[in-house]
């Protein structure tokens, strides 16, 4: 009787690691490293329902976000530049150390204009991901010579089972001595036009109105439209702001943690150099950002943020 346990307990362990290591197998088989525009790698990851996200690993850069019908979920603008040292624009770019020119770094900080790494054994992150990439990196000399500050920036972009798309950063201070940064996610989100669109959840709240000056104003009206361009810092936000697309009849849910800040912005038809003349029609910019107090991180310890998006019937709540 014994025998017989000892027997099951074993075909148990067996099948459970043999599920494992095809788990394991499948994930890195989804997982595609591939040259992008002009040569620059990057990566494709795919679920099994065929939603796929891509990354370059020039800045880290998601480019590409499409559900199950093949439907592009964010915009690249239509004369991005792929070549570095100058920023692709469109996707979702990472703006650290410091947001646009609050400081006395290039505007939206330097790790958008470096190559990252894949990392392979990434420290532990809970996750409920049915795809993802890990990405890394670390300050170089040329850094610490405009940031005096040693520091590892890990980025793990996931897809989830509802095909929702989830930016987890972490940024841990490899220093002898604290710093501070400001941080945002930029992303372009694709909706149908900007005229048809509106955002909710910033209503009654501060905000920085960054074409005068960053003067401070409080927003009365219940949603956001757009018919010129706007750019605005808002103080303070909820976690969770909402573009509800009128004519797709589709919301993106955006929801953040450990960023306080939100930035909307459209350029309406102001002139871009790398911007098509129509491209504002396509997108609009809901960040996840910490601004207004910047983030303090302690020798040795991490600070994590995470950008989660999803978009659902714009009559079903999320």
């Known amino acids: 009787m014994m025998g017989n346990k000892r027997n099951l307990g074993f075909v148990i362990f067996f099948w459970a690691l043999v599920v494992a290591v095809v788990a394991t197998a499948i994930e890195h088989r989804r997982n595609e490293r591939t040259k992008g525009v002009n040569g620059l790698d990057k990566i494709i990851i795919r679920d099994r329902r065929g939603r796929s996200a891509e990354v370059y690993l020039y800045g880290g850069q998601v480019s590409s976000w499409k559900n199950e019908n093949g439907e592009e979920l964010l915009v690249m603008s239509s004369k991005a530049i792929f070549q570095p040292p100058t920023p692709i624009r469109g996707g979702i770019p990472v703006l650290f150390p410091q947001y646009s020119n609050t400081g006395p770094l290039p505007s939206h900080g330097f790790v958008r204009q470096r190559f990252w790494e894949v990392e392979t054994k990434p420290p532990p992150l809970p996750s409920l ?173 991490e600070w994590k943020g995470i950008l989660h998006v999803s978009v659902v019937p714009s009559n079903r709540k999320a």
């Open 129 to 301: 991901s049915t795809a993802h990439v890990d990405l890394i990196v670390r300050s170089s000399n040329e850094d610490l010579k405009i940031w005096p500050h040693k520091f590892e920036y890990r980025l793990r972009v996931a897809l989830g089972h509802d095909g929702d798309l989830t930016l987890t950063s972490r940024v841990k201070n490899t220093d002898t001595k604290p710093f501070n940064f400001t941080f945002a996610l930029h992303p372009y989100f694709a909706v149908s036009n900007i005229s048809e669109i509106h955002v909710e959840g910033l209503h009654n709240l501060d905000y920085l109105d960054q074409q005068k000056n960053r003067t401070r104003f409080t927003d009365h009206e219940k949603v956001i439209t757009f018919n010129a361009q706007l750019d605005r810092l808002y103080l303070s936000t909820p976690d969770q702001l909402r573009i509800v697309d009128h004519k797709k009849k589709k919301t993106i849910v955006v929801h953040k943690e450990g960023q306080v800040d939100a930035v909307v912005w459209n350029p309406w038809d102001k002139k871009v150099s790398d911007l098509g003349v129509e491209d504002y029609k396509r997108f609009v910019t809901v960040e996840s950002a910490a601004v207004a107090k910047p983030i303090t991180v302690n020798p040795g310890k």
